[in-house]
Nanobody, 116 residues
Protein backbone atom coordinates (compact mmCIF):
# COMPACT_ATOMS: atom_id res chain seq x y z
CA UNK A 1 0.00 0.00 0.00
CA UNK A 2 1.00 3.64 -0.36
CA UNK A 3 3.26 4.88 2.40
CA UNK A 4 4.72 8.32 2.91
CA UNK A 5 7.17 8.83 5.77
CA UNK A 6 8.41 12.31 6.63
CA UNK A 7 11.55 13.01 8.62
CA UNK A 8 13.97 15.84 9.37
CA UNK A 9 11.84 18.11 11.52
CA UNK A 10 13.01 19.62 14.77
CA UNK A 11 13.64 22.78 16.76
CA UNK A 12 15.63 25.51 15.03
CA UNK A 13 16.36 29.17 15.78
CA UNK A 14 15.00 31.93 13.55
CA UNK A 15 17.20 32.29 10.51
CA UNK A 16 18.24 28.65 10.64
CA UNK A 17 17.77 25.82 8.17
CA UNK A 18 16.27 22.35 8.05
CA UNK A 19 15.88 19.73 5.34
CA UNK A 20 12.79 17.56 5.38
CA UNK A 21 12.57 14.23 3.60
CA UNK A 22 9.57 12.22 2.45
CA UNK A 23 10.26 8.57 1.70
CA UNK A 24 7.62 7.03 -0.56
CA UNK A 25 6.64 3.43 -1.28
CA UNK A 26 3.76 1.44 -2.68
CA UNK A 27 3.40 3.34 -5.94
CA UNK A 28 5.50 4.35 -8.97
CA UNK A 29 7.01 7.46 -7.42
CA UNK A 30 8.49 8.90 -10.61
CA UNK A 31 5.06 9.13 -12.25
CA UNK A 32 3.41 11.43 -9.71
CA UNK A 33 3.37 15.07 -8.71
CA UNK A 34 4.36 15.36 -5.07
CA UNK A 35 3.53 18.08 -2.57
CA UNK A 36 4.45 19.50 0.79
CA UNK A 37 1.74 20.95 3.05
CA UNK A 38 1.87 22.31 6.57
CA UNK A 39 -0.55 22.90 9.41
CA UNK A 40 0.08 25.31 12.25
CA UNK A 41 -1.82 25.07 15.55
CA UNK A 42 -5.34 26.40 15.17
CA UNK A 43 -4.98 26.90 11.43
CA UNK A 44 -6.04 25.02 8.33
CA UNK A 45 -3.59 22.86 6.42
CA UNK A 46 -1.96 24.90 3.66
CA UNK A 47 0.02 24.16 0.54
CA UNK A 48 3.75 24.86 0.71
CA UNK A 49 5.24 23.52 -2.53
CA UNK A 50 4.65 21.10 -5.39
CA UNK A 51 7.02 19.32 -7.75
CA UNK A 52 6.35 17.64 -11.08
CA UNK A 53 7.20 14.04 -11.82
CA UNK A 54 10.57 14.87 -13.40
CA UNK A 55 11.51 17.55 -10.91
CA UNK A 56 11.65 20.30 -13.52
CA UNK A 57 8.37 21.96 -12.60
CA UNK A 58 7.98 23.46 -9.15
CA UNK A 59 5.49 25.76 -7.47
CA UNK A 60 5.67 27.56 -4.12
CA UNK A 61 3.39 29.40 -1.77
CA UNK A 62 4.20 33.10 -1.72
CA UNK A 63 5.10 32.88 1.97
CA UNK A 64 8.04 30.53 1.29
CA UNK A 65 9.27 31.67 -2.14
CA UNK A 66 12.99 32.36 -2.15
CA UNK A 67 13.50 30.54 1.17
CA UNK A 68 12.32 26.96 0.55
CA UNK A 69 13.37 24.60 -2.23
CA UNK A 70 11.49 21.44 -3.15
CA UNK A 71 13.31 18.62 -4.91
CA UNK A 72 13.06 14.89 -5.53
CA UNK A 73 15.27 11.90 -6.24
CA UNK A 74 13.30 9.41 -8.30
CA UNK A 75 16.04 6.80 -7.88
CA UNK A 76 15.52 6.91 -4.11
CA UNK A 77 11.74 7.44 -4.16
CA UNK A 78 12.27 10.45 -1.92
CA UNK A 79 11.15 14.07 -1.95
CA UNK A 80 12.89 16.87 -0.06
CA UNK A 81 12.14 20.33 1.27
CA UNK A 82 15.15 22.49 1.99
CA UNK A 83 14.05 25.29 4.31
CA UNK A 84 16.33 28.28 4.82
CA UNK A 85 15.89 31.59 6.65
CA UNK A 86 13.26 30.00 8.85
CA UNK A 87 10.81 32.24 10.70
CA UNK A 88 8.63 31.63 13.76
CA UNK A 89 5.59 31.66 11.48
CA UNK A 90 7.00 28.59 9.69
CA UNK A 91 6.29 26.58 12.84
CA UNK A 92 3.93 23.77 11.86
CA UNK A 93 3.58 20.08 11.22
CA UNK A 94 4.81 19.43 7.69
CA UNK A 95 3.16 16.72 5.58
CA UNK A 96 3.93 15.20 2.22
CA UNK A 97 1.09 14.32 -0.10
CA UNK A 98 0.44 12.38 -3.27
CA UNK A 99 -2.79 11.99 -5.19
CA UNK A 100 -3.79 9.80 -8.12
CA UNK A 101 -6.77 12.00 -8.89
CA UNK A 102 -9.13 9.72 -7.01
CA UNK A 103 -7.39 9.00 -3.74
CA UNK A 104 -5.12 11.23 -1.71
CA UNK A 105 -2.40 9.94 0.59
CA UNK A 106 -0.70 11.79 3.43
CA UNK A 107 2.28 11.05 5.57
CA UNK A 108 2.13 11.21 9.36
CA UNK A 109 3.87 14.59 9.44
CA UNK A 110 7.02 15.97 11.00
CA UNK A 111 7.07 18.85 13.49
CA UNK A 112 9.06 21.96 12.69
CA UNK A 113 9.43 24.52 15.46
CA UNK A 114 11.19 27.82 14.87
CA UNK A 115 11.92 29.55 18.14
CA UNK A 116 14.72 31.25 20.02
Amino acid sequence: QVQLVESGGGLVQPGGSLRLSCAASGFIFREYVMSWFRQAPGKERESVAHIGWSGDATNYADSVKGRFTISRDNNKNTMYLQMNSLRPEDTAVYYCKVTNGVLTYWGQGTQVTVSS
